[in-house]
């Protein structure tokens, strides 16, 4: 086989632990190429790499086989998502609502009696993981779950000053963020807590 000898283009696209590696090249005898390269970390620590070459008389048969397996993944992704959706609205009938200035009213009063997320969200017709977000903040469930926050944002000093990456602020300021999420405040997560696109769902 012949190897790449000039790159004529290259992008990387990364998920997890692999690294995808698509690059067109062009041999030494001026055939051009399409090669796509997956890098996996292995769990000794050690870089595996595969590689698939598809040379232009291959490109048209290659690219309709793509369009078409990407479509299937839309088709099955979309029926299992709303499959998803329509479970989630029978155990929660209210999920994914908007709430109103009454679901806030009684999500307050139920949690200053003492009942816990679970059964206030049975209560509310909710996801037990949105009444969480409304009581503690967004930002602070997502960082609770190891996903991403807003750099700077309270519940990521808080992560890091538990993990003993930063210390805590003169004055208590980790302190004072505990006991404002400690009491009731619906709506108080930050919006700029949402992740992109293929990020966590909005809160139901």
């Given at each position: ?6 790159t ?5 696209v ?5 690294g ?5 090249r ?9 090669s796509?390269?997956q ?7 050690a870089w595996?790499?595969d590689?698939i070459v598809?040379?232009e ?7 309709k086989?793509?369009?078409s ?21 029978r155990?929660?009938?209210?999920a994914?609502e908007k ?12 949690a200053e009696?003492?009942l816990?997320?679970e ?5 509310l017709?909710r996801t ?6 409304r009581?503690?903040g967004?930002?602070?469930v997502l960082?609770?779950e190891g996903?991403?926050?807003p750099a ?8 890091e000053t538990?993990?003993?990456?930063t ?10 963020g ?14 700029r ?6 990020s966590s769902?909005?809160?139901?």
């Amino acid at each position: 086989m012949d190897t790449g000898r000039q790159t004529i283009w290259s992008e990387r696209v990364t998920s997890g632990r692999s690294g995808y590696f698509f690059d067109v090249r062009e041999t030494g005898r001026g055939r051009v190429f399409l090669s796509m390269t997956q890098s996996r970390q292995m769990e000794d620590g050690a870089w595996k790499h595969d590689r698939i070459v598809v040379f232009e008389s291959g490109l048209d048969q290659f690219r309709k086989a793509l369009q078409s397996a990407l479509e299937v993944i839309d088709r099955e992704s979309g029926d299992r998502r709303r499959a998803e959706l329509e479970a989630i609205h029978r155990l929660h009938p209210k999920a994914f609502e908007k709430w109103s200035p009454e679901d806030d009213a009684e999500l307050k009063r139920l949690a200053e009696e003492g009942l816990a997320p679970e059964s206030i969200a049975a209560a509310l017709g909710r996801t037990t993981r949105a009444v969480r977000m409304r009581l503690e903040g967004r930002d602070a469930v997502l960082a609770s779950e190891g996903r991403t926050v807003p750099a700077g944002s309270e519940a990521t000093k808080e992560v890091e000053t538990a993990e003993g990456r930063t210390s805590p602020a003169v004055g208590g300021g980790a302190a004072e963020g505990e006991t404002a999420r400690a009491g009731v405040s619906p709506g108080s997560g930050s919006s700029r807590g949402r992740r992109k696109a293929a990020s966590s769902p909005p809160p139901q």
